[in-house]
C-alpha cells in the first residue's frame, strides 16, 4: 500500500500513539476535577497547550481545543458576525477556502452579513489589492487560507496580515494544511485568528486548534462548562489534545529534512509523469506551494476513475471532485482557477507526507502513467 | 436503450454492475464496455477483487450499480 494523501489525513506518529495512550487507559481522570487523578490529566492538557503555543510563536492562554479544523472554522465565522449584532457586518473570505468557511459564509448571508467571495488567479492565489478594494466601512472579518487544501497554493497572509493589522479589521486564516508542514508564526503572520487540525501532522482525529490574539473577546462556542476557559464547554477529548501537543512539536521538528525530502519527491513526479504524458497539467502555484502536494490534470482522464484504478493497485490519492455517482461536481477550487468543467474533473490530487519514502515515487509515476493509458485507450 | 456487450468476448447484454464498473473505473465516456471477467484481465486484476469493490460503491450509494 502507498498512501499518498496525506493532505487527508496523516498516519498518528507512533511516538504520539504512545504519549496519547496512558490517557485513554489509567490515566483517565476528567482534567476538570479537583482531586489529583484529575489535576495529572488537566496537567497533561496545559503541556499540550504550552507545546502547540511554542509551535506557532503564541501565548498558551491564546490556544483553545476544539474537536477539528471545521468546528474551529465555523466559530470564527458565526461568533465574530454574532458579535456584531444589530449592526451591518461584511466578511470578506474567498472563493477557494475550505468548505468549513465556504459553508459557514453562506449560512451568515441568510442571515443578512454581507460577504464578499474573492476571486484567485490562475494559480490560486488571492491578491492584495483585491483585498484592499474589497474592504468596506463594515468590513469586520478577513478569512483566507494560508495554504489550499486542493492545490497547495500559499496565500501571501502576511503581507495581508499587514494591511490588516493598520485597518483595524480582524484577520483570519485557516492554516489547518500548513500547520506543521511550512513555517507559521503568530507574529510573523499577523492574524488574529488562526485554525489548525490535529491529524493533518501526526496527531489523532478530532482535534482542532483555535489561536485567538489573547486581547481578543469571542462568544463561546459551547455553553455550560467552565473548560477552554469557558469557551468550550465539555470534557475535553485529553487524549487527542495531547497527541496535537507532541505530533506539532515533532513536526516542527522534522521540518527542515522533511519538507526537503518531500519537495524532491514532488519534483520527480512531475518529471516522471511528463516524460510520459507531456500534456499533463500542475494546478495550482508551483513555486509558493506546500512541500509534498502536487494537483495533476489528465486530458482525456477522468480524475474519478484514474483514483479507483490507482487505488486497485493499493496507491491512494484523492480527487477534487468528491463523487458518489460517477457524474460528481468538478472542485469548486479548480473552477475558480479558470479550468472548465472537464478539465477540473480530470484531476487527481498527490500528497506526500513524512511517512513516505522517495523509493515510492517510481511506483506512483509508473501506475499513475498505465492507469492513465487505460482510460485513454478506452475512450 | 440497445443492449451493451463486452468489447473482449462479445458476451451480451452486460448486467447494470458490469456496465457500472466500466464507468467508474475506465470513465463515463468509455465506449468500450467489460463483462467482468474481461475487466479483470484488462486491469490485471483479480474478479473477486471488482465484486467486492461494486459493493464498496453500492454501499457509498453510487447511483451507477
Known amino acids: 500500500m502507498i498512501y499518498v494523501d496525506n493532505a487527508s489525513t496523516t498516519k498518528i506518529s507512533d511516538s504520539v500513539f504512545e504519549k496519547m495512550l496512558p490517557f485513554l487507559r489509567e490515566q483517565y481522570g476528567n482534567a476538570s476535577s479537583q482531586y489529583s487523578f484529575g489535576a495529572k490529566v488537566k496537567r497533561a492538557v496545559e503541556v499540550a497547550r504550552k507545546q502547540v503555543a511554542v509551535a506557532l510563536g503564541a501565548e498558551p492562554s491564546a490556544i483553545t481545543f476544539t474537536s477539528g479544523g471545521s468546528e474551529a472554522n465555523s466559530w470564527v465565522l458565526r461568533c465574530v458576525a454574532e458579535s456584531h449584532y444589530n449592526e451591518p457586518v461584511h466578511i470578506i473570505t474567498s472563493t477557494i477556502e475550505h468548505h468549513s468557511v465556504l459553508m459557514a459564509s453562506r449560512a451568515l448571508e441568510q442571515h443578512g452579513v454581507e460577504v ?21 466601512p463594515r468590513t469586520k472579518l478577513v478569512s483566507l487560507m494560508l495554504a489550499n487544501n486542493e492545490i497547495g497554493t500559499l496565500q ?36 488574529d485568528l488562526l485554525t489548525a487540525s490535529a491529524h493533518k501532522f501526526s496527531g489523532a482525529k478530532g482535534t482542532g486548534i483555535l489561536y485567538k490574539r489573547p486581547d481578543l473577546k469571542l462568544s463561546p462556542l ?88 490507482l487505488d486497485l493497485r493499493g496507491i491512494f490519492v484523492s480527487t477534487s471532485s468528491a463523487c458518489t455517482s460517477g457524474m460528481g461536481k468538478p472542485s469548486h477550487v479548480l473552477l475558480a482557477l479558470g479550468l472548465s468543467e472537464q478539465q477540473a474533473k480530470s484531476a487527481i490530487r498527490i500528497s506526500y507526507g513524512r511517512y513516505n519514502s522517495v523509493c515510492e515515487v517510481d511506483t506512483v509515476v509508473t501506475t499513475v502513467c498505465d492507469a492513465c493509458a487505460k482510460i485513454i485507450a478506452n475512450r | 436503450m440497445k443492449k451493451k456487450c463486452c468489447y473482449i468476448c462479445g458476451k451480451e447484454a452486460l448486467s447494470k454492475n458490469e456496465i457500472g464498473l466500466t464507468k467508474k473505473l475506465l470513465g463515463k465516456d468509455s465506449r468500450r464496455f467489460y463483462c467482468l471477467d474481461c475487466l479483470a484481465e484488462y486491469l490485471e486484476i483479480d474478479t473477486e477483487f471488482l465484486l467486492a469493490k461494486v459493493e464498496e460503491f453500492k454501499e457509498q450509494g453510487c447511483t451507477l450499480f
Open chain 1, 116 to 136: 464578499t467571495f474573492l476571486p484567485v488567479d490562475n494559480m490560486g492565489r488571492v491578491s492584495v489589492e483585491s483585498v484592499i478594494a474589497a474592504i468596506k
Open chain 1, 156 to 191: 501571501p497572509i502576511a503581507e495581508i496580515g499587514q494591511l490588516l493589522k493598520e485597518k483595524g479589521i480582524l484577520f483570519h486564516t485557516d492554516a489547518v494544511q500548513a500547520v506543521g508542514h511550512i513555517p507559521v508564526d503568530i507574529d510573523n503572520l499577523q492574524v
Open chain 1, 222 to 309: 459551547v455553553f455550560g462548562g467552565e473548560q477552554e476557559r469557558g469557551l468550550r464547554a465539555g470534557t475535553e477529548n485529553v487524549a487527542g489534545i495531547v497527541s496535537a501537543g507532541y505530533a506539532i512539536e515533532e513536526s516542527v521538528a522534522e521540518m527542515p529534512a522533511t519538507s526537503k525530502r518531500l519537495k524532491e519527491m514532488v519534483k520527480a513526479t512531475v518529471k516522471g509523469i511528463k516524460e510520459a504524458i507531456p500534456s499533463v497539467r500542475v494546478n495550482g502555484d508551483t513555486e509558493n506551494h506546500l512541500p509534498g502536494m502536487i494537483n495533476l490534470g489528465f486530458d482525456g482522464v477522468s480524475g474519478e476513475s484514474l483514483m479507483h484504478l
